[in-house]
Structure formats: structure tokens, C-alpha cells
């Protein structure tokens, strides 16, 4: 019976995703796992304005909203833009020694390549950071196109990213999908009316993105494989 039940939540996932032509990634949390390279520019940044170092959790908590966003509670306002120019400067080495994909992402990528899907990333994440990442990680060719929050007047949970994207691409709602890993980036594809589906591997825990009610929730991206 339940082999039974399986097959035929397959065929209704697999019916349900025959019309996306466009699939739409967040960055960090969902493909590219640099967390060990923000924590350390982080805690460089706040030995050297003389603020308590925060532990890795805290951190990691505290990823997704953008680096101005990742800093400003733990400094003080007229600090914050001497802060952001010591981060971002001390990130643009530390990406290329502590920022790395996800297991399964690559292979997932091809995969989707190969399919002839339109690929596009979305992220929260400064443009010239996002683009660190792609450069080093050899990943430039998997995407048509990327925008990130810096370039807008919103960032995510604002849908303002995903619609500039599927303008872009004149894809409609119903023929993209979206993956990321928080429960800002299910926030965002719901308000864009996108299929959202969230991976684990992120800042928030599984909980919090089941009280976003995202389409599918999957522990790894691999798992994307037997959606699509």
C-alpha cells in the first residue's frame, strides 16, 4: 500500500513540475555552504572595532539578510560603515579559503543544464561577493543570469528579485520554480506565486521552514533529481 501511495505522489509531483522551464536558486544555505568564511570575516571584523567575537551559531543565525544586516546589530551605528568596509575586505580573501559546494550541487547543476532548464540565482548576497563565489567555484556557466538584493530597491522576503528575474526571462509564475534554504526565501517565492522548495542545509532549522508551508521541503539537493 504504501509503495503504492509512493508512485502516485511521484506521478503528481513529476505532472505538477512538467511546465517549468525556469528554476531559480538562492546562493548561500542552498548551493554554496561559505559559512566558515563569513564567520571568520565576522569575528575579524569585531576583534578589530574591539566588539565581543560571536560564537558560530550566532553567526549563522544571523546569515541571509545581506552583510549590512549580518553586522549592524552587533555594532554600533556610527560604526557600522567603517565595519562593513573591514568585512568586506577581509571576505573577498576569505571566500576563496572557506566557501565551497554543497555536496551534490554540481552533479545537480549538469543535471539540470543538460534538461535544458533556464538557471538563474537570486541572492541577498552583494553582487561582487555572489560573484566571488561563481568565479572560484567555477560555477559562471550553469547560469544565465544573476541579480542579487545590492541591485534593487528590496531584498528578499520582497518578491521584488524573483519577478525581475522571471521578467527577465518572460517566464511566468507557474513555469518557475524556486529553491532556498530560509524561511525568507519560501516568504518570497509565495509572494511571487512560485513554487518554492526549501533544502536543510541552510540557517533555519526544518521546523521553521515547515511553518512557511513551502511547496516541498528536501534535506539535500540531490533530492531535487526526483522532482524534476
Same mark, same amino acid.
Not at 532548464?117 to 552583494?126: F, H, Q, T
Not at 506565486?193 to 515547515?210: D, E, H, Y
Given at each position: 500500500m504504501?509503495?503504492? !501511495?509512493?508512485? =502516485?505522489?511521484?506521478? #503528481?509531483?513529476?505532472?505538477?513540475?512538467k511546465d517549468i522551464r525556469l528554476v531559480i536558486f538562492d546562493l548561500d544555505g542552498t %548551493? @554554496?555552504?561559505?559559512?566558515a568564511a563569513i564567520i571568520a570575516s565576522f569575528n575579524y571584523t569585531m576583534r578589530s572595532l574591539k566588539f565581543p567575537a560571536q560564537s558560530a551559531l550566532v553567526v549563522r543565525r544571523a546569515v541571509g539578510w545581506g552583510d549590512r544586516n549580518l553586522l549592524r546589530p552587533f555594532v554600533k551605528e556610527e560604526d557600522l560603515a567603517r565595519a562593513m568596509a573591514i568585512y568586506r575586505g577581509h571576505h573577498r580573501k576569505s571566500l576563496l579559503k572557506g566557501a565551497r559546494l554543497f555536496p551534490g550541487a554540481r552533479r545537480t547543476l549538469n543535471y539540470l543544464k543538460n534538461k535544458g532548464? /533556464? %538557471? $538563474? *540565482? $537570486?541572492?541577498?548576497?552583494?553582487t561582487e561577493f555572489s560573484g566571488i563565489i561563481l568565479r572560484h567555484l567555477g560555477l559562471r556557466k550553469y547560469f544565465k543570469y544573476m541579480l542579487c538584493a545590492d541591485r534593487l530597491k528590496h531584498g528578499k522576503p520582497h518578491p521584488e528579485i524573483l519577478r525581475k528575474i522571471m521578467q527577465k526571462f518572460s517566464c511566468q509564475p507557474k513555469a518557475t520554480l524556486y529553491i532556498g534554504d530560509? $524561511? *525568507?526565501? $519560501?516568504?518570497?517565492?509565495?509572494?511571487?506565486? =512560485?513554487? &518554492?522548495?526549501?533544502? !536543510? &542545509?541552510?540557517?533555519?532549522?526544518?521546523?521553521? %521552514?515547515?511553518?512557511?508551508?513551502? #511547496?516541498? *521541503? @528536501?534535506?539535500?539537493? %540531490?533530492? /531535487?533529481?526526483? *522532482? /524534476?
Open positions: 504504501r509503495n503504492g !501511495a509512493g508512485r =502516485v505522489s511521484l506521478r #503528481y509531483c513529476l505532472g505538477k513540475m %548551493l @554554496i555552504d561559505a559559512y532548464y /533556464l %538557471l $538563474a *540565482i $537570486a541572492s541577498n548576497r552583494p530560509m $524561511a *525568507i526565501d $519560501a516568504q518570497a517565492g509565495r509572494r511571487a506565486k =512560485v513554487k &518554492t522548495i526549501m533544502v !536543510a &542545509t541552510g540557517s533555519n532549522s526544518r521546523s521553521q %521552514l515547515q511553518r512557511e508551508r513551502p #511547496y516541498r *521541503i @528536501i534535506s539535500r539537493l %540531490l533530492d /531535487l533529481l526526483k *522532482i /524534476l
